[in-house]
């Protein structure tokens, strides 16, 4: 059975005084004596009031916003920047934030963590998401919900909540055709495009850079195993670049991260970057400016994402039955050196 909310009602008349004195000490607005404040905190310690700014909707049953992932997202530079950004944005709202990391067990039984609770969650942010069953569930408990990112091929399917993105096509093909230009001929790309929606989408935007100017993909110059902790294998990535028979001019990879690995393993072949070949990742992590060459990426404004994220979930909570959005936000290519 749900627990019925405590409000300022409920310390009010608790306490023996009347609603508007109970606000003042919450809202900050007008002075009340000091024993009057500490008899108020301390009542409302005692029952277990959450505080709700008085211009947050009535319509709101929970003070807080669940962030569901299945990573770490502080380990790489768009999860930090982002969640700093969207939480100084949510809180500004009245709002704070759970993080609940969803495990293995949990994704496979579609299944919610369990001190997740729905009486007190406002609404619902899914970050570093990509199962589509699981995601599927979440938008089924008709909670204000945002996905950022979302399983291969989301751009194809109907979402039941909405969803924002940094855009991937046009910052792939931009830097797969800085390439063509240099002189690439044969490309290849490297990643599981079957990952999440921004990995196929940017595997799309290689492929149409190639078609614009009458290349066709190979995939013996391609690396697109499933996605795991193999990439980052030096003589995993070796042993695949040593069965190309050809090697190609240019490499595009799925993120930076996968990138910086590549080098790493084509330095080891003796491979001189950009002369011999050339590499682009995608990102705009810090770790991309400080390898060598720089790499050349496209930057991910992963801190407005994050404010945006927090104005539109805070805004699917005001108005649950508006239509859904989807937006992306623009990357910007950096023109690094491990591009000719």
């Not at 409302?44 to 770490?72: C, F, M, N």
């Not at 939480?87 to 500004?92: C, E, L």
């Not at 980052?232 to 910086?260: E, K, Q, S």
Request: net charge neutral.
């Amino acid at each position: 059975m749900a627990r019925k909310r405590v409000t300022m009602q409920d310390i009010a008349d608790a306490c023996g005084l009347t609603r508007n004195t109970v606000s003042k000490i919450f809202n900050g607005r007008g002075s009340v004596p000091e024993a009057t404040r500490q008899l108020v905190l301390e009542k409302a310690r005692e029952l277990g009031y959450h505080h709700q700014p008085e211009d947050t909707p009535e319509t709101v049953k929970g003070v807080s916003i669940a962030l569901l992932t299945q990573y770490k997202l502080l380990s790489h530079s768009f999860g930090s920047y982002f969640i700093t950004s969207f939480t100084d944005q949510i809180s500004r709202s009245g709002y704070t934030m759970k993080i609940y990391e969803v495990s293995p067990g949990e994704l496979a039984a579609k299944r919610l963590p369990p001190h997740f609770v729905p009486e007190e969650t406002a609404g619902i942010l899914g970050i570093e998401l990509f199962d589509r069953n699981y995601i599927e569930m979440i938008c089924s408990l008709r909670k204000p919900t945002l996905f950022v990112d979302s399983f291969a091929q989301a751009g194809k399917n109907l979402l039941g909540c909405d969803f924002i993105s940094m855009e991937n096509i046009a910052g792939e093909a931009a830097l797969t055709r800085r390439m063509i230009a240099a002189g690439a001929r044969r490309l290849g790309f490297v990643g599981d495009i079957a990952h999440c929606n921004s990995f196929y989408e940017r595997w799309v935007g290689f492929r149409a850079a190639l078609g614009e100017a009458g290349l066709t993909v190979d995939p013996a110059c391609c690396i697109l195993e499933k996605d795991s902790d193999a990439y980052g294998d030096t003589a995993w990535l070796l042993r695949h670049l040593n069965a190309m028979l050809v090697l190609p001019d240019a490499f595009a990879c799925a993120n930076d991260y996968l990138a910086i690995h590549l080098m790493t393993a084509l330095k080891k072949k003796g491979l001189k970057i950009p002369a011999e070949v050339m590499v682009a990742g995608f990102d705009g992590s810090v770790e991309a400016s400080v390898v060598e060459p720089a790499l050349a990426t496209a930057q991910i404004p992963s801190a407005e994402i994050g404010r945006l994220a927090a104005a539109l979930l805070s805004e699917r909570i005001r108005f649950p039955e508006g239509l859904r959005r989807r937006i992306y936000v623009d990357t910007v290519p950096i023109w690094g050196g491990s591009i000719r």
